[in-house]
């Protein structure tokens, strides 16, 4: 469904802010604005109090991907259902483009946000389209990277469920990670094995000079 294309807004959000690392992009009205991408139109209507507001929806998007990265369906559909409630959109049919020579629009569901400020746009956004995702692929299509201490949020789209991490680059990252772990417990185990070995041999070496004592 194309409405789920809204779900990047969502995740955008989300990913300014990096707790495990205590790194935060959020602090400044221009990075709200940042947000918005294309649609300029949207971004001039942020102020120095949308910052606060974007962190605050931000804590609650976040919510919504550890619920489902931890197997709670319910509660991840429960706090976008929240979401949703309070921050309104209007579909819309629109046709921006054109599908033939005739020069006929290419028509498609457009999401139509009236608000009050720059905040509540942006989110009504974000939570309609993450909805339609959740709705089209699943909620386990909604994840947190597993490469610690990363944690950033991720829209699974693979065609096996297969997703694991929201970039190639941390998929490398926990692979070389992965591979080094395994060297160094098959290198223990080696070294465990060569000191026992080398703890029988002087074992058996000592039996065969124990003196032996035979009778009178």
């Given at each position: ?18 707790p495990a690392r205590g790194k935060d992009t959020l602090t400044t009205v221009e990075a709200v604005r940042d947000l918005f991408g294309g649609n300029q139109s949207a971004a001039r209507r942020a102020t120095d109090a949308d910052v606060t507001r974007f ?162």
């Amino acid at each position: 469904m194309e409405l789920a294309y809204y779900s990047d807004y969502a995740v955008r959000l989300v990913n300014t802010e990096e707790p495990a690392r205590g790194k935060d992009t959020l602090t400044t009205v221009e990075a709200v604005r940042d947000l918005f991408g294309g649609n300029q139109s949207a971004a001039r209507r942020a102020t120095d109090a949308d910052v606060t507001r974007f962190r605050s929806v931000r804590a609650r998007l976040r919510a919504v991907f550890e619920a489902a990265d931890g197997g709670d369906e319910t509660l991840a559909v429960d706090l976008l259902n929240s979401l949703l409630l309070e921050f309104p959109v209007s579909p819309q049919i629109s046709g921006h483009d054109h599908r033939d020579e005739d020069d006929r629009p290419l028509w498609h569901m457009h999401l139509a946000d009236h608000p009050s400020n720059a905040t509540a746009g942006y989110a009504a956004i974000a939570a309609m389209g993450l909805a339609f995702h959740l709705t089209e692929y699943g909620v386990d299509r909604l994840g947190l990277c597993e490469a610690a201490p990363c944690r950033n949020a991720y829209l699974d789209t693979s065609t096996n469920r297969s997703r694991r991490y929201c970039s190639d680059r941390c998929a490398t990252r926990a692979n070389v990670a992965a591979y080094r772990a395994r060297k160094r417990l098959e290198a223990d185990r080696s070294d465990s094995t060569g000191l026992a070995a080398d703890s029988a041999q002087r074992s058996t070496a000592s039996g065969e000079r124990r003196p032996s004592f035979g009778g009178r």
